[in-house]
């Protein structure tokens, strides 16, 4: 096996031609535009957080990467896209812990760390039930869980997390549901995921930005 095989996981994906995919190609524009709007919103937004601006090119590098892969589709691409993603999904993490519940440094990177590590087991232990997209469901469980963690402390906060957690939810359904309901949608559901995914990373650094904004 090499880094150019090609890889195939996807509904609307008939054969390796660039435009294969171009529902799940071009609905990546989502992260794009959520990037896009987010930059503009932290220039507007003092004391434009550096923590703030990684997240928000994070979101965009997310949109590149998927976009390489639904074009490419091979392994080296594959990697383009899973990497943004767990990067930004341990490094909101961390930094919810901080912002929203006041948690130490040294405290949240520990919390980061063994969710880093029980991740993948959580996933592993579901991935029979709704197949890969049981890898994004610790994701969903933590952004509910520091949403009931700041309840008390922060309704605001709190309200806007489950807010977040339930788009993240139908998004994970659709692409769960990308490959079973194929035979009625040639198309696939995936494209779902990309767009209901802009909007849930809009959400969560949208959050982040008014939390660290200066009063």
Not at 129 to 154: D, E, H, R, W
Not at 162 to 178: K, M
Request: net charge positive; hydrophobic share 60%; proline share 7%.
């Amino acid at each position: 096996m090499t880094w150019f095989d090609p890889v195939d996981n996807y509904c609307e994906r008939l054969d390796p031609s660039f435009w294969a995919e171009p529902l799940n190609a071009l609905s990546n524009a989502s992260f794009i535009i959520a990037g896009l709007v987010l930059l503009a919103q932290w220039r507007s937004t003092p004391p434009r957080s550096k923590l703030a601006l990684a997240l928000i090119l994070n979101v965009l590098a997310i949109g590149i990467g998927s976009f390489l892969f639904h074009t490419l589709a091979n392994r080296w691409s594959s990697v383009a896209d899973v990497a943004p993603i767990t990067i930004f999904i341990h490094a909101y993490f961390l930094l919810a812990l901080r912002s929203y519940l006041g948690v130490p440094w040294w405290m949240a990177a520990v919390a980061t760390l063994a969710f880093f590590a029980a991740s993948p087991l959580l996933g592993a232990g579901l991935a029979p039930l709704i197949g890969s997209s049981a890898f994004y469901v610790p994701a969903l469980m933590a952004i509910f869980g520091v949403g009931l963690a700041a309840q008390l402390k922060n309704p605001v906060t709190a309200r806007a997390l489950f807010i977040a957690g339930a788009v993240f939810a139908l998004s994970i359904t659709f692409r769960a549901a990308d490959m079973p309901l194929c035979g009625l949608n040639p198309a696939g559901t995936h494209p779902a995921w990309h767009i209901l995914n802009g909007v849930v990373l809009y959400l969560l650094v949208r959050l982040y930005l008014k939390a660290t904004a200066t009063p």
